[in-house]
């Protein structure tokens, strides 16, 4: 089952909102938090937590992160709390402890938590775990004392630390050896993380050691471990400094001190993991490359270009990652192994490399019904069809063919029953390698690059709107700079659509031939590119950032054509093209900034900046409608429906409300949220936010009055909203309520920027309270 995000509005849920319900639901919550102490025996207390408080003379900076440093090596964790209330443990205790069904036995066992008892929380274990800790973080002098706050069920500790600056760095010695290893890591110290004046920390040192191995393992000692490497520390000199000396272990094996050549690869394409394997079908293809057991499946040239090893050259880890990572990105093999044997019968040490891989099923052809729900309050069944063939002219092509169709109704509170019918198809090809018009380029970055072509046709009919059809190709690339920094690049895009049948009431407002060829009779021929940036696909970090920008262009090239050239036709309307079909000409370019704060204790600041922009020139007076911008609804502007917002200060009439109104775009878009999100239990999580932005036009148009964007008047014209939200976190798909008001109109009257706010009264939660239901996290 596909789920999709679903915004509407539920009426009898703000009946919450009054102030009798919300004592009612405190009450709950505290004799709720009251009956888990009943279930203990006698004796026994409730862990209820510890603090950590730090005091010092002089100043440290840091304490905060300190603070969170020493909680973090405590355990146990007390029972998980919200506001005054145990949840899970209040579940664990009413399920009893011989629960009699399936229902009970899940609260018990998945849901509830037993209490952590204070007999469970050793004091000394976590003196000795702290003081260890902040040993290496360089406060090798801390003195830690605590004080046990307990009642008659429940009991905490409370830790004081006493800290003098931590010591800093005063020198690293190099190794005192005359060996060529210890010449080779002396002279990588250059590039040293250990700076004399750096507080000491042994994370630093052990960052350090890694440092030096992979510097190592550069320079072909394949069996250097970072085990081999110690400091040893002297902090007699006074000053609160250390000195560091760098040493080589005495008992490193012979062959840790030696580098290894390359001698041969083998590369087998049918290994397996059961019983011995028959090789055969050997073929040499130079340079010391042996392709075993192909069978003519893949082209020797493919898996060639992924092999960055060279015979005779010393080995190296980079060269292993990226053969790794080529072999991997083909997209063909469900496993690859590079495993290393050291041949003893030459004079120079040398490495045979086997290469073995498993390959992937080649084909695959998969059926998918969907149960669908869209953000503009449209929901039913839906069937994809999709065939891949994973190497489809043996140089480990990928090709997709795709068949979806959906039937879906209006179910919000409509006169009209309005109905929609969607139908696509899809083909793509995509080539792991880059392809140029003149020669294929055999560029060789660390993340395999991709050359791709597609084609699609989708028809798309709402009764209450119209019917289009539409077709599409493309050709580019896509390429990684790293883990977290990708480009897409498609220099050649066509896009072509037809305006089909359309209702009473549209054709009332496409009547205009220019409005209807300028925002659906057009065809668009132009380039787009993508940076995306995501440093969140690395290890864990307290700041965190995701970064996207695109940039499409469209009709130049088409422009040169057709009028340099004299091969379109110029249009009743004005403009150029061919076939009654005139092209688009437009420049568009929009962001997506977030950044992320970890606050410790499954505490998060989430923010996002998204702005965009759309001009249109030359042989187009609007952009086409798919490429104008929209605002509103659940991963948006929260506090309003989809495309309910803008342009401007622009009102919907009473005549559009209930219908799809294309008139609620514009060619700029501004828009920023920022969400505090919270744990509560191990399923659920909080979220409080706030969301404010608009859509606005470049001109005045007459459809849109108040629509043009205007510097003096602009942020009068954003639209504010907030609320609160549940998450309900199981693993594989996150479920988001978000319960939103919006606090500022654009395009109400009322004097002032800020709507007065009124919960209890039934009509202002009618009209104003909006909750959102949706799949995952809303940015």
Known sequence: MIFKILNFRKKHITSLLSGN????????????????????????????????????????????????????????????????????????????????NALTRYMRNRIG???????????????????????????FDSQLEYQISEKKKTAGVEFMITLSPAFTIAELLPVESDAEIARHINESLDETLIKPGRDYHLSILREERERITAHLKDLGYFYFHSDFLLFR???????????????????????????????NIYINTAFTLVGDQQLNDTIYMGEGIYLLNNNDEFKPSTLKRAIFFEKDKLYNSNDHDLTLNHLMGLGVFKFVNLRFLEINDVDTPSLDLRVQLTPMDKKNISAEIRGITKSTNFAGPGLSIAFNNRNFLGGAENFNLNLE??????????????????????????????????????????????????????????????SISSIRSNFGYMWNQSITTQYRFNPFVFNIFSLGSVSEEYEQILQEEQQRRGLFEQFLLGSEFSYYHNSQLREPRKHAWYFNYNIDLSGNLAYLIFQGLNLGEEQEEGGYGIFNQSFSQYARNDFDLRYYLDLGHNQKLATRLAAGIGVPYGNSSTLPYIK??????????????????GPGSYSSPDTLQTTFNIYQSGDIKLEFNIEYRFSMTRIIKG???????????????????GGKFETSEFLSQMALGTGAGLRLDFTFFILRLDLAFPLAIPYDDSPGYFQSIRPLDGSWRRDNLLLNLAIGYPF
């Open 113 to 139: 938590r037993p209490p952590v008892l204070f007999e469970d929380f050793s004091v000394d274990r976590s003196m000795r775990l702290m003081e260890n800790r902040l040993f290496n973080m360089g406060f």
């Open 233 to 263: 520390a002297d902090t007699t000199g006074g000053q609160r400094e250390v000195s560091l000396s760098l040493a080589l272990k005495t008992n490193i094996p012979a062959n840790a001190k030696e580098r290894f050549n390359i001698r």
């Open 21 to 100: 319900y919300l004592l009612i639901i405190a009450l709950i919550l505290l004799l709720s938090s009251c009956s888990n102490l009943r279930y203990l025996d006698e004796g026994q207390q409730l862990y209820t937590g510890s603090k950590v408080k730090i005091e010092s003379e002089e100043k440290i900076s840091g304490k905060g992160g300190l603070v969170s440093e020493m909680e973090r090596v405590l355990r146990p964790q007390p029972n998980e709390k919200f506001l005054f209330w145990r949840p899970r443990l209040w579940f664990y205790n009413v399920a009893g402890e011989d629960p009699g």
């Open 628 to 645: 104008l911008f929209t605002t509103g609804g659940s991963n948006s502007i929260r506090a309003f429906q989809p495309r309910s917002l």
């Open 405 to 466: 169709g959906a039937y879906e109704t209006y179910i919000g509170q409509t006169e009209k029953r309005a109905r929609s019918w969607d139908v696509g198809a899809s083909a793509e090809l995509s080539t792991p390698r880059f392809i140029v018009p003149f020669g294929t380029g055999n560029l060789s970055p660390r993340f395999i690059p991709r050359t791709s072509i597609g084609l699609s046709f989708n028809f798309r009919s709402r009764t209450d709107a119209f």
């Open 687 to 705: 979220a409080l936010f706030a969301d404010a932005g608009n859509i606005w036009n470049l001109k005045e148009r007459e459809r849109t009055p």
